[in-house]
């Protein structure tokens, strides 16, 4: 597609519970990016992939947060556990050769 | 570790006046960008600056990059309501990772 598209739009969790998030980037893009943004401020960069490689993690809480892209599947990012403070928009972004990205509109998690 | 940091972090002006928003960054880069945010909404590109010196124009907005200074600006000529969205810098970490930095972010409010 011409857009990265994101689902769900929003996504309301106990604590506790697992949370799945999902991300279809723009076709031909190789790299994909997680970030979270938490308080409608504050990007903070978590995982990117090229292609179906990890390229970095860095910035992965790895104990309960874990990313894949599967080839002919959409992006996901998990959360297992959630935890209040993991309430945040996360945004996937995709770019054709890891320079100009290009965002999805994001999913709202709301962990009560 | 590159930190980002904006000023002002809230900026509210009149119609019709200029204004600076200023993106500071820590260590060496030389891929920086623009991007703006309305409120609920995703990120929408307006700029990347990719060498020291680069100056870049749409409408009312201009950017420019001195990667000496490690220093970036969006510059608003007379402003309109329109213009009112949250402004963020994001800087390229170097040497090929990928992984954008951003700053916290400029809450712009244009006053008619």
């Known amino acids: 597609g011409e857009e990265v598209a994101q689902t769900p739009k929003h996504l309301v969790r106990g604590e506790g519970q697992k949370a799945k998030l999902y991300c279809a980037p723009i076709k031909g893009h190789s790299y994909v990016f997680w970030y979270q943004q938490v308080l409608k401020n504050e990007f903070k960069f978590l995982i990117s992939?090229?292609?179906?490689?990890?390229?970095?993690e860095t910035g992965m809480p790895k104990e309960r947060f874990s990313a894949k892209c599967l080839p002919n599947s959409p992006c996901s990012l998990e959360i297992q556990a959630t935890k209040l403070e993991d309430s945040a928009v996360y945004f996937c972004?995709?770019?054709?050769?890891?320079?100009?990205?290009?965002f999805g509109s994001g999913t709202q998690l709301s962990v009560l | 570790e590159l930190k980002v940091e904006q000023n002002p972090l809230f900026l509210s002006m009149q119609e019709g006046k200029n204004y600076t928003i200023y993106c500071n960054y820590s260590?060496?880069?030389?891929?920086l960008y623009w991007y703006r945010q309305d409120p609920g909404k995703s990120l929408e590109s307006l700029f990347v600056l990719l060498s020291n010196g680069a100056v870049k124009q749409e409408g009312r907005l201009m950017a420019s990059l001195d990667t000496k200074a490690r220093l970036s600006t969006l510059h608003i000529t007379a402003a309109v309501h329109d213009l009112s969205a949250t402004y963020f810098c994001?800087?390229?970490?170097?040497?090929?990772?990928?992984?954008?930095?951003f700053g916290t972010g400029t809450r712009l409010k244009v006053l008619a």
């Open positions: 972004a995709s770019s054709q050769l890891g320079e100009k990205l290009f």
């Open positions: 994001a800087v390229d970490e170097g040497s090929g990772t990928y992984k954008y930095i």
């Open positions: 992939f090229q292609n179906e490689n990890v390229f970095d």
């Open positions: 260590t060496t880069s030389d891929r």
